[in-house]
C-alpha cells in the first residue's frame, strides 16, 4: 500500500524533477533552491542518484541511478512506481544539460510534457559536443519539450543550434543575497577594496 505524502489534497499537480548529480546545498544550490521555491503549488519529487543536504518531508527523493534512467526498460519500471506512488503527475523538469537528456526518456515515458532548465556549460560546452548532439536533437524531437535558459544569450545560442524558438525562454533567476553566507575570500577583496 502507497500512502500519499499529501493526504489533504490528492490531487495537487506533482513534478518530477531529474538531477543527474546529487541534490545539494554545496554544487548548484540554486536547483534546490528552484525545487524548494514550488512547493506551495506542486508536489515534488527529486529523482537523483544521491543526496547530499537535509529537505523537507514534503520534498520527496527517489534514488535512480543513471544506468536506470538511460535504460528504456528500466526507466518505464521507474515510470509505473512513480505513477503508482505519485499521482497527478504533470511534469519532468530536467535541471541542466545531462538533467535534461536523462529525463526525457522519463518523460516519454510517463506521457508528460518535459522542461529542460540549461544553464551555462550545457549550452556552451555539451550542446555543440557531437557525443551529446543526438541526445539533445532527440529532447528537441518531443513536442512537448520546452526549455528555459538563465540568460538571454543561453536562449540564443539553443536556437542557433536548432532548437525552436517558440519552445526556448528566457528566465533569469533571482538570488536572495540575505540568505547567501559571502565566501571568506570575497569579504578579504572588499575589505581591501575598501582600504584603498
Partial sequence: MILDPFPD?????????????????????FI???????????????????????????????KASLATLRDPVACFGLAAHLRDAYPSIALVMGHMGNGCLTGAPLAAALDVPMLGIFGGSDVNVEFPKPTYRAAYEELLRMPSARLLTVARYLREKLVANGAP??????????????RVRRADHAARLGASAEEK
Fill in 9 to 29: 489534497d490528492p490531487d495537487r499537480p506533482t513534478i518530477v524533477h531529474v538531477r543527474t548529480h546529487a541534490l545539494s546545498d554545496r554544487k548548484a544550490p
Fill in 32 to 62: 534546490r533552491q528552484t525545487i524548494l521555491g514550488l512547493r506551495p503549488w506542486f508536489r515534488n519529487v527529486v529523482v537523483t542518484p544521491d543526496v547530499d543536504c537535509l529537505n523537507p518531508t514534503d520534498v520527496r527523493i527517489e
Fill in 165 to 178: 524558438a517558440e519552445r526556448v525562454t528566457a528566465w533569469h533567476r533571482g538570488v536572495d543575497f540575505a
